[in-house]
């Protein structure tokens, strides 16, 4: 079976390569969701390939005034209205003739129009006993627009179940909602149910843009890459006390490193070293979470002589931001690999795993969450540095730091704030895997 592939960014990752010639697919969830962008942006990328869309409307809402929330989007172009997207009702064929006459219709537009893909957008039934005229309506939709080799999205609200959508003779099915998470709304998805291919199984989160919708797949339940990527080099931490205990050799490249410590340790001002490392030759990524902003961390590095502002200008680091908007948890993810492929990354410092736990997936997939995103770290052979604040994360993710998380990363350093004016901080190096460490526990200075 040929593929249809949607060009939404990361839906045809979900989908292994999109949706299949002929199938139809049921889009289902409430009003707002994003379901008509999403069909408006396939759409329109179609007609990009110089291919055809019948868009057909049941509800008695105005054509121009769909087209003219769609002009805001990037993926419009007012050339192809009526020339490579054709919208049209059939609100007066479902009124005076029922679905039959919506047949009768799509038939002979489709005829007329060579389209290869049709969008029914907005087939709503909640009438007693007319579930089984709705059976036959996408039945005969379905061997409609098998015959004319053309693909078709129906886009419903689904309450109450009212298309036994499970019952139909549909190739495929995809649930949109809303959840909230301390106020925010996030956006997800799931494939409940994709005739003739895997799919990424598990809700996925989406978010809408001026370029229309772009899908985050489960970052954990992606294809396993193929093999980590070897290494044998080592790179200093950039901070002499820990590298003289480490025989100046620093950690071995490729390695995860987890710095742990309250507020106030020093944490920042490690991950900010290490970042400052950065070269031409092995180009670094400084992710910053809230409410730490690019500016500051600078100014901050800069009255500690840390050359993170020198490193930038250089071309060597790159600064981002992480967390501060209302990210879910695989945006963050899938942002971190993008940005690490397009500056081709060696050198990472995620300061605050607290911005991934301050989402929604947080606290169920957390774990494993971390676990998959240090996999693609080492694959990419990216030497990182996450820092950690127990009390912060805690609070973000609203339960207790898991105690196996330690056990993902190759190195754990634990920071200790100076107790009394004058004292020394006091790291702890709990774990250096590959390393004989001459000491267990070093005196730092600011």
């Known amino acids: 079976m040929k593929r249809f592939p949607s060009t939404v960014a990361g839906l045809d990752d979900i989908l292994h390569g999109g949706l299949f010639e002929g199938g139809v697919y049921i889009l289902e969830g409430p009003p707002g969701v994003g379901k008509t962008t999403l069909a408006n942006q396939m759409a329109y990328n179609h007609a990009s390939a110089g291919n055809k869309t019948l868009y057909v409307t049941m509800l008695s809402e105005s054509h121009a005034r769909m087209v003219q929330h769609m002009s805001n989007q990037t993926f419009f172009r007012k050339t192809a209205v009526n020339a490579f997207v054709f919208y049209m009702s059939g609100y007066r064929e479902l009124e005076n003739e029922g679905l039959k006459g919506v047949v009768s219709l799509l038939r002979s537009e489709l005829v007329r129009s ?47 179940n009212a298309l036994s959508a499970e019952q139909t003779m549909v190739d495929g099915i995809f649930s949109f909602e809303d959840q909230l998470f301390k106020g925010r709304a996030e956006r997800l998805v799931q494939v409940r149910k994709f005739r003739g291919s895997e799919v990424v199984r598990g809700q996925h989160s989406f978010c809408i843009t001026d370029e229309g919708l772009r899908f985050f797949p489960r970052l954990e339940n992606l294809p396993l890459p193929k093999g980590e990527r070897a290494v044998p080099q080592a790179v200093v931490l950039g901070i002499p006390e820990v590298d003289a205990v480490l025989g100046e050799s620093g950690v071995w490249a490729g390695s995860m490193s987890l710095v742990v410590g ?59 931001t992480l967390g501060q908007v209302d990210e879910s948890l695989d945006e963050m993810g899938h942002k971190i690999l993008r940005l690490l492929d397009e500056g081709k990354v060696r050198r990472l410092v995620l300061d605050g795993v607290a911005a991934l736990a301050d989402t929604r997936a947080f606290q169920d997939r957390g774990y494993r969450f971390l676990g998959r995103l240090l996999i693609e770290l080492r694959q990419r052979a990216v030497t990182a540095l996450f820092t950690l604040d127990p009390a912060e994360i805690s609070v973000a993710s609203g339960t207790p730091i898991a105690p196996g998380l330690a056990a993902l990363f190759d190195n754990v350093l634990a920071l200790e704030a100076p107790r009394q004016p004058g004292a020394s901080r006091q790291l702890a190096v709990r774990k250096m895997r590959g390393h004989r460490v001459g000491a267990t526990v070093i005196s730092l200075r600011d």
């Open 114 to 160: 060579a389209a290869t893909l049709l969008v029914v957008d907005g087939l709503v039934v909640s009438a007693p006993g007319i579930d089984e005229g709705v059976r036959q309506f996408v039945h005969e939709l379905q061997s409609l627009v098998t015959a004319m080799n053309c693909t078709c999205l129906v886009l419903t609200t689904g309450r109450g």
């Open 262 to 320: 309250d507020s106030g340790a020093g944490k920042t001002l490690m991950g900010y070293r290490f970042a400052a490392g950065s070269t031409p030759d092995q180009p670094g990524l400084l992710l910053i979470g809230a409410p730490e902003t690019k500016p500051g961390a600078c100014r901050l590095a800069a009255r500690f002589d840390i050359g993170l502002e020198t490193a930038v200008d250089s071309g060597a680091l790159r600064i981002e």
